[in-house]
């Protein structure tokens, strides 16, 4: 099991990070309970506890906030709600584009929503 453990942490610290998700990844490089998982076919997704709070889909940013957070964030052109691909838009969700955000800003809120803080 160590063995595994060990091959996992070596693969996660080799896999690429998107260079738009950078600064993201680098803003919880010092949170031990902060992880990167994959998903979507992607290595740019980061969890807290065991839960995700931010990835990087098809170029966009997205976040786990509260539905009224995501609402805002809709209604003023920030953002967009996230579409996993099924059609259906997901409430407490937000897609946002390159240049929109400021997404480590974003990362952060959805980071303490996540872990059970206030955003």
Not at 42 to 50: A, K, R, T, W, Y
Not at 86 to 109: I, P
């Amino acid at each position: 099991m160590k063995k595994t453990a060990k091959k996992t942490a070596k693969n996660q610290e080799q896999s690429e990070v998107h260079p738009s998700f950078a600064p993201v990844v680098a803003a919880f490089a010092k949170d031990r309970q902060v992880t990167r998982k994959r998903m979507f076919s992607s290595d740019n997704v980061l969890n807290v506890n065991g839960k995700i709070f931010a990835m990087l889909v098809k170029g966009k940013f997205v976040a786990k906030l509260p539905k009224e957070r995501v609402d805002e964030l809709v209604s003023d052109g920030t953002g967009e709600y996230f579409d996993p691909g099924h059609g259906r838009l997901m409430k407490e969700w937000v897609a946002v584009g390159a240049g929109r955000a400021q997404w480590v800003e974003l990362a952060r809120e959805a980071h303490r929503f996540v872990k059970g803080g206030k955003p």
